[in-house]
């Protein structure tokens, strides 16, 4: 039997050998070089990705008299490069697409640096700058666990811990900060383009609402009586006149408008929430394991939701409303345009290390004051830099994307980069930029969240914590972004005895540094760490068992630390467990009413631009991945859980490091300091001898996670590039 | 199509033999396989299941690896294997191994009877009299 699937297994793989060549996964030609300059602001270069391509490399002079340009003379001037087809004799690792007047050209790579583009990549293997390949002093490439990981979830090959995925099953992780692959996106492109559910849906009927009030419980109950009570009353008074068009029922008895308007307003909410089921259905987002009754606003109609949300990034509960609502009004190639887009955005931030996107506290618009001793505003570079890239690759309009889709095979987003130029970058970039962060703790409170009877106490806040990059020219301190952050408050914590109590978990105020940046961290959780949620079932090879949740460890988008963080010293050096990380957990990020352990939580796509931005103009060391081998055992309802956590991740050691301000905030509330130690949870039962001491409750077993181990590595520190010529030279990438 | 029958039996054959051996089931690796992976040499990783005392038995979800030392071979990068030490009068230990490289995965048990000794083991809920009454008196109204 197994001999036999594989067979058929063989055989469809060989039937779609175009498409599974583009496979992200399958290892580069040894000895393939990806042209890529060094990014001028970290003083290391990306180790050379080699291509994918299976074709042999020809050195770049070859390629170029291979492609001379040879467009007539009587068109006009020569167009640069080859046309698309007639590229075959360019190694698909060296061909770099330029659209010029509309058409797309091939160039070499050499071609392309030498008229001064920059590449972006629109490969299937692409990653963020933080999981670029590093090379070590000797020139060896260091390996990078997650980045592997990261390719296969972006292309929906893999699951979290590499394990293959089924070809039906989609991972939806831009939420959680990983884009989909292009190819990902031109598949929908096309897969829609074909679907005819889609030409089912009433996508105006839906665009004109709002939204869907969801009734829950006993609120449901009223209104399905006041509705039949309505319904009840309209039926009459249609029987009674043989009106039976609403509007004109309601002129000729006006007695009954508030009865009729509810009638008619219930059906048209029936009506949308049945274009929203047809609209989720035809995404495939309905699957049979949700249980959804049709026409009810049920929890698999949230799943359903969540699904959805997820595919086009919203972060919103799951309710038909807002952005959600927005979105299911859109047709298909909309919403594949902005997610192409998105996709774009976080290639082009990577290709040029740009990291303004337009956030700054108020409504006007920073400025400062250039050489030229004029005042330039704060640009919003992701934005213009995102729209540059898709007018030059002539995709900035659904239509056009839609158009440039059906031209492309899912094999060439294994190869494709594109020629870009970009605007020119502010003065104030410079290879080593003065950078520096401030977090603002917003509102305080150090009361505990109940009463003194046990009851919830609101502790509302208006102004939530805020994480700013500072950059310093020429005297001026100019904030960079300006981004939703979090900061500590009551958490349950396991003591000695097993228990769980109370802790406040502070995020300390003052200066600080950030000397350790960690791309694919894994968190060591304290022994404090309450182990339900360290334990979970799971089924493996058909059975299920108790498995560690290595999600919340990482590496991996899902991790406590996100897929970045960068670690907070005190000045003399001490750890005090605090970080700057991406979370999966963005709505703790976005609540007045959620806290962290401390930490600074950030959007993990604000994390990962954040780090690459930060390791591109800082001087730093690349000590590459930190093993540490830790092994624990922890007793969790029966069974013992054996925790293994072979690396801490891809670690940079920032020379010098990062400043820090975490500023005090506004203290809210009655107390002025935080209560240290443990407090017992109001009607939780504890054991008798903790009843009865007097004190509130023992000591936890470990107050933080401990220290990272020192930057032990020999690894020499890369100086910092020369100041770049002043021309339009950018970071190059691909 | 028969010529393209033959070729798979030919490429795949020996994957599947290499699979038995392995005792591990190598299901999900086959169907993760693709064209690329299939056209060079597919490496695989150890990994050595030990434990003190040795002698438990190895589960990986239904399938009985074998008891420690135990040594198993794996696609390399295929993922981590989650596995289940059980020894008679032991608690049952959850453990994983990596298949990014070799890996070595020593498992201590613990007696039943020692549960205590270990994170996480919290000592019962002790009912006092009083308490006891106040329950019967709860039970009552």
């Known amino acids: 039997m197994r001999i036999v699937s594989s067979t058929l297994l063989l055989l469809t793989l060989l039937a779609c050998q175009s498409r599974s060549a583009s496979d992200p996964d399958t290892p580069p030609a040894a000895g393939e070089t990806r042209p890529r300059a060094a990014a001028p602001g970290s003083g290391h270069a990306p180790v050379e990705l080699p291509p994918l391509g299976g074709a042999a490399p020809a050195s770049a002079g070859q390629a170029a008299q291979a492609v001379a340009p040879e467009a007539p003379a009587s068109e006009g001037p020569p167009k640069p490069g080859v046309a698309w087809a007639d590229a075959a004799d360019i190694p698909e690792s060296d061909r770099v697409l330029l659209v010029v007047d509309g058409e797309e050209r091939i160039l070499t790579r050499a071609q392309a640096a030498d008229a001064g583009y920059d590449l972006v990549s629109l490969r299937d293997d692409w990653v963020p700058y933080i999981f670029e390949p590093m090379n070590d002093a000797e020139g060896n490439e260091l390996p990078n666990r997650y980045r592997r990981i990261f390719v296969g979830l972006a292309n929906d090959k893999m699951d979290g811990d590499g394990r293959p995925l089924n070809d039906d099953e989609d991972n939806y992780l831009e939420v959680f900060g990983i884009p989909p692959a292009i190819g990902i996106i031109y598949k929908r492109f096309i897969e829609d383009e074909g679907k005819a559910c889609h030409k089912a849906i009433d996508y105006d009927m839906l665009s004109r609402h709002e939204r869907v009030v969801q009734r829950s419980g006993r609120s449901s109950r009223k209104f399905a009586r006041e509705l039949a009570k309505h319904q009840k009353a309209v039926d009459a008074a249609k029987e009674e006149t043989g009106i039976s068009d609403l509007a004109a029922l309601r002129k000729a008895k006006p007695k009954l408008a508030e009865a009729i308007d509810f009638v008619r307003k219930a059906g048209e909410q029936n009506l949308v929430l049945t274009e929203v089921e047809k609209r989720l259905d035809c995404d495939d987002h309905n699957h049979p394991r949700y249980k959804h009754k049709p026409g009810e606003l049920d929890q698999g109609l949230r799943l359903a939701l969540r699904r959805f949300q997820r595919k086009h990034k919203i972060y919103e509960h799951t309710n038909l409303r807002g952005e959600t609502m927005k979105m299911l009004g859109m047709r298909p190639v909309q919403t594949n345009f902005l997610d192409l887009e998105r996709a774009m955005t976080e290639r082009v931030v990577a290709a040029t290390g740009v990291l303004e996107d337009g956030t700054f506290p108020g409504k006007k618009v920073p400025t400062y004051t250039g050489a030229d001793g004029k005042e330039h505003p704060l640009r919003n570079l992701v934005k213009e830099f995102t729209d540059a890239a898709l007018v030059q690759i002539g995709i900035d309009t659904p239509e056009k994307a839609l158009a440039f889709m059906k031209r492309r095979q899912p094999h060439d987003f294994r190869w494709l980069v594109a020629a870009v130029r970009f605007p020119e970058k502010p003065e104030y970039y410079l290879p080593h930029m003065e950078l520096e962060v401030e977090i603002d703790r917003g509102d305080v409170f150090y009361d505990p969240p109940w009463t003194e009877e046990g009851d919830k106490r609101k502790q509302y806040r208006k102004r939530l914590p805020k994480y700013s990059l500072y950059t310093t020219y020429r005297g001026q301190k100019i904030r960079l972004v300006y981004w939703p952050t979090t900061i500590g408050g009551w958490r349950a914590e396991v003591a000695k005895n097993g228990y769980e109590y109370y802790a406040y978990k502070q995020s300390y105020v003052g200066d600080r540094v950030i000397k350790q940046v960690i791309a694919g961290p894994t968190w060591v959780p304290p022994e404090t760490t309450p182990l339900g949620s360290l334990a979970k079932r799971r089924y493996i090879n058909g059975k299920a068992q108790g498995v560690v949740n290595y999600g919340e460890m990482g590496p991996g988008y899902l991790s406590a630390y996100g897929l970045v963080a960068g670690y907070f010293n005190t000045k003399n050096g001490g750890d005090q467990g605090i970080r700057v990380h991406g979370s999966s957990d963005y709505m703790s990020i976005l609540s007045p009413e959620r806290y962290s352990h401390g930490c600074h939580r950030l959007m993990n796509h604000h994390a990962v631009r954040l780090y690459g931005h930060i390791l591109r103009h800082r001087k730093l060391t690349v000590d590459g991945d930190i093993e540490m081998n830790h092994s624990r055992q922890f007793y969790w309802e029966g069974e013992v859980y054996h925790v293994r956590l072979p690396s801490r991740g891809f670690r940079y050691t920032l020379d010098p490091p990062l400043p820090v301000t975490v500023l005090e905030g506004n203290l809210r509330g009655g107390r002025r300091r935080p209560i240290e130690g443990l407090v017992k949870i109001p009607d939780k039962r504890y054991p008798k001898d903790e009843e009865e001491d007097g004190e509130d409750a023992p000591p936890a077993s470990q107050p933080a996670e401990p220290a990272a181990p020192g930057s032990t590595s020999v690894k020499p520190v890369i100086p910092v590039p020369a100041l770049p010529a002043p021309s339009t030279r950018k970071d190059k990438d691909a | ?141």
């Open chain 2, 1 to 141: 199509m028969k010529l393209l029958l033959a070729l798979g039996l030919l490429l795949l054959v020996p994957l599947a033999v290499t699979a038995q051996d392995a005792g591990v089931d190598d299901g999900d690796d086959e169907a993760a396989a693709d064209a690329g992976t299939a056209k060079k040499a597919i490496e695989h990783v150890k990994l050595q299941f030990n434990s003190s005392p040795s002698g438990a038995e190895v589960w990986y979800g239904k399938k009985l690896l074998g008891t420690t030392p135990v040594t198993v071979t794996r696609r390399k990068d295929s993922g981590p294997v989650d596995v289940v030490f059980k020894l008679g009068g032991y608690l049952k230990v959850n453990s994983r191994g990596y298949t990014w490289a070799d890996d070595k995965i020593h498992v201590k048990m613990t007696p039943v009877d020692q549960a205590s000794t270990l994170l996480g083991y919290k000592k019962p809920l002790e009912t006092s009299p009083d308490e006891e009454s106040d329950l019967d008196a709860d039970d009552d109204r």
